[in-house]
C-alpha cells in the first residue's frame, strides 16, 4: 500500500517537472497590460491625473495672484526723496541701524554742517592746527588740507589712523567698513564708547570725529569692499572729473579683501599703504615702514605677500608691519573651543568667509601704534615732507646669484648624465627665486636655519634621470618644478649635490627625521600655494 502511494506521488512529481517547462515565463509587458486592463486601477490612475491637474491649476493661480500682489507693492512705494528717506540694506540683507546720537553729538552733527557751508571762522582753523602748520610751512599745510584721503577698515587700526588724519588737517576722508562696533571693539578702537555699540563703524567714527573738526567733509560707506563695487569706492571725491584719492588706507583683517584691494591699486596707479598685523605683537619698537617685499615675521603680510606675488606684483607697495618674534610666554592665535566645531563646518562661523573664525589676542596698545605709524605715513607723503622708511631687501641681485648657481648646478648634473649642457634653459625665474627663498623657505636654509650665502638644489634626483627636453625650435631644457627645489647654504648644497644628486643617497640616510618633515611642510606649503600662481 505504501509502496503504491510513493509510486504515484513519483508519477505527479515526474508529471508536474515535465509540464513546468513548457509554459513560458510571464513577461512584464503582459503583467502591464493586465494590471491596466483593471477596471480598478483605471480609475485610481483617473484619480491620480485630476488631482494633478486640480493641483497644477492652484498653484498656477497662486503663482499670478503672488505676483500681482508683489507688483502691487512695489507700485505702493514712494520714490526717494527729500520727504521719504530710506536707507540701503547691508550686504548681509539687515537694515544698517541708524545712530542715536546724544545731545552732544546733535549739536556736534549741526556745528559740523554749519562749518561744511562756510559759517565757521577759518582763525579758528588755523588756531587749531597751528602746531600742524608751523612744522610743516604753508605750502606743505596747504597741501595737507587739501588732501583726499580713503580708509578701508574702521577697527583699531584704521580708527587711530583715521583720527590721527583729521587731527592733523585733512579736509576730506572717506570711511568704507561693514562692520558694527561691538563691546570687544572697546579695547582698541580709537573713539567708541559704549553707546555706540551696535552702530556701524563709518557712522561712530564719522560723528565722533566731526566734533573735533567739524571742517572736515566725510563720505561713508558701510558696505564690504568688494572688487566688483571698487569704481564706485574709490571714485574721485564728488565724482566725474572730482580730486582722485591721494592715498588709499589698508587697515583691513581680511585676507581675500586686503589682497583685492591691494592689487586693485596697484593696477590702477592709485597710491595705498597697508598695515599688516597687530594681534599678538607687544614691542612698539619693532615696528617698520617698508616695501611689503621686506616685511617679515608676519603671518598676515606672509599670506598677503605669496597672493600677490601669484597676481605678479611683488614690491612697490608700502606697508607697516613689527619684526616681533614669537616666543615662549607671548600670545598666540587662539584656536576655537571644541563646541563651536560642533556647530557646523568653521568656516561657517565667520561673518565673511575666513574672517574672525578664531580668537585673535590684541594688546589695545598696538593697533593704535599700528594706526598712527600709517597716519604719520601719509602725512609725510602727501605734503612731500622729508622722511625715510624702511628700505626694501634689496636682495634682487642675490636672486640673480641664486638663480645662476641653480643653472650651474643643473648643467653640470646633466653633463654626468652624459647630454650636453650648452644652450641648456631652466623653467625658473628671478621672480620664482625670490618666492621660494621668502615665501616657501622664510629666507632661511632648511637643513640649518641659516640666512646668509643662500641657494636653490634640488630635494632629490629624479627618478627619470637629468635629461633633457628639446622643443622644435632646438631649445633646450630640463624638467624642473619649483616644489623639487629646497633652500640650503651655498656649503649645504655642495654637499648636498655631492651625496645625494650624484652619489646617489636616500635623503633619510643623510638628514634627520626633523629636517625631513620640514622639508615636506615646506613643499606641502608651497603646492597649496601654487593655486594662486
Not at 500682489?69 to 536707507?87: G, Q
Not at 587739501?146 to 583715521?162: A, P, R, W
Not at 619698537?285 to 606684483?313: H, M, N, Q, W
Amino acid at each position: 500500500m505504501e509502496r503504491a502511494d510513493i509510486s504515484k506521488k513519483q508519477k505527479k512529481q515526474v508529471h508536474f517537472d515535465e509540464r513546468t517547462p513548457t509554459q513560458p515565463p510571464e513577461t512584464m509587458a503582459s503583467w502591464l497590460d493586465r494590471q491596466f486592463s483593471s477596471h480598478h486601477v483605471q480609475l485610481a490612475a483617473a484619480a491620480v491625473l485630476s488631482g494633478a491637474a486640480v493641483a497644477a491649476t492652484i498653484y498656477g493661480t497662486q503663482a499670478i495672484r503672488r505676483k500681482e500682489r508683489v507688483e502691487e507693492l512695489k507700485a505702493s512705494i514712494p520714490e526717494l526723496n527729500e520727504s521719504h528717506h530710506a536707507e540701503m540694506l547691508t550686504d548681509f540683507g539687515a537694515a544698517a541701524p541708524l545712530p542715536t546720537g546724544s545731545k552732544e553729538d546733535e549739536r556736534a552733527a549741526a556745528l559740523a554742517r554749519r562749518a561744511q557751508q562756510g559759517d565757521y571762522d577759518d582763525d579758528l582753523i588755523t588756531e587749531q592746527l597751528t602746531r600742524t602748520a608751523s612744522f610743516l610751512g604753508p605750502d606743505r599745510f596747504t597741501l595737507l588740507r587739501d588732501s583726499f584721503i580713503i580708509v578701508v577698515g574702521l577697527g583699531g587700526v584704521g580708527s587711530h589712523c583715521t583720527s590721527a588724519l583729521t587731527r592733523s588737517g585733512v579736509s576730506k576722508i572717506r570711511l568704507i567698513d561693514f562692520d558694527q562696533v561691538t563691546l570687544s571693539s572697546l579695547n582698541r578702537h580709537a573713539v567708541a564708547t559704549l553707546a555706540d555699540v551696535g552702530t556701524p563703524k563709518v557712522d561712530c567714527v564719522r560723528r565722533r570725529l566731526q566734533a573735533v573738526a567739524p571742517w572736515v567733509t566725510w563720505e561713508c560707506f558701510n558696505e564690504v569692499w568688494r572688487q566688483d563695487q571698487a569704481e564706485k569706492l574709490l571714485c574721485p571725491w564728488g565724482k566725474g572729473k572730482g580730486r582722485k584719492p591721494d592715498y588709499v588706507v589698508d587697515a583691513i583683517d581680511n585676507i581675500d579683501s586686503k589682497v583685492a584691494l591691494l592689487q586693485y591699486c596697484h593696477e590702477h596707479g592709485i597710491k595705498v599703504v597697508s598695515s599688516m598685523g597687530a594681534g599678538c605683537k607687544s614691542d612698539p619698537t619693532r615696528i617698520f615702514v617698508g616695501d611689503i617685499s621686506a616685511s617679515v615675521e608676519d603671518p598676515l603680510s606672509r599670506v598677503t605677500r605669496r597672493k600677490l606675488r601669484a597676481a605678479g606684483i611683488s614690491e612697490g607697495i608700502p606697508v607697516v608691519f613689527s619684526t616681533e618674534k614669537p616666543g615662549p610666554g607671548k600670545a598666540q592665535l587662539l584656536p576655537l573651543p571644541e563646541e563651536e566645531f560642533l556647530k557646523g563646518p568653521v568656516n561657517e562661523l565667520s561673518v565673511l568667509p575666513d574672517f574672525r573664525a578664531r580668537i585673535l589676542p590684541v594688546l589695545g596698545t598696538m593697533p593704535a601704534v599700528f594706526g598712527y605709524t600709517v597716519a604719520n605715513f601719509v602725512l609725510c607723503e602727501i605734503t612731500g615732507y622729508p622722511h625715510e622708511s624702511g628700505a626694501g631687501k634689496g636682495r634682487d641681485k642675490m636672486y640673480e646669484n641664486v638663480l645662476s648657481t641653480l643653472q650651474g648646478t643643473e648643467e653640470r648634473l646633466v653633463r654626468q648624465a652624459g647630454e650636453e649642457a650648452i644652450g641648456l634653459k631652466i623653467p625658473v625665474t628671478k621672480d620664482d627665486v625670490g618666492y621660494l627663498v621668502e615665501e616657501v623657505y622664510r629666507g632661511k636654509s632648511v637643513i640649518s636655519g641659516l640666512p646668509t650665502r643662500l641657494t636653490l638644489i634640488r630635494w632629490k634626483a629624479p627618478e627619470a634621470g637629468f635629461s633633457i627636453e628639446e622643443n622644435s625650435e632646438g631649445q633646450k631644457r630640463v624638467r624642473l618644478g619649483l616644489n623639487e627645489l629646497v633652500c640650503m647654504t651655498k656649503e649645504e648644497a655642495a654637499t648636498h649635490e655631492k651625496e645625494i644628486l650624484k652619489g646617489g643617497k636616500a635623503v633619510e640616510s643623510v638628514y634627520s627625521k626633523d629636517v625631513i618633515q620640514l622639508v615636506e611642510r615646506r613643499r606641502e606649503e608651497e603646492k597649496y600655494y601654487q593655486q594662486y600662481r
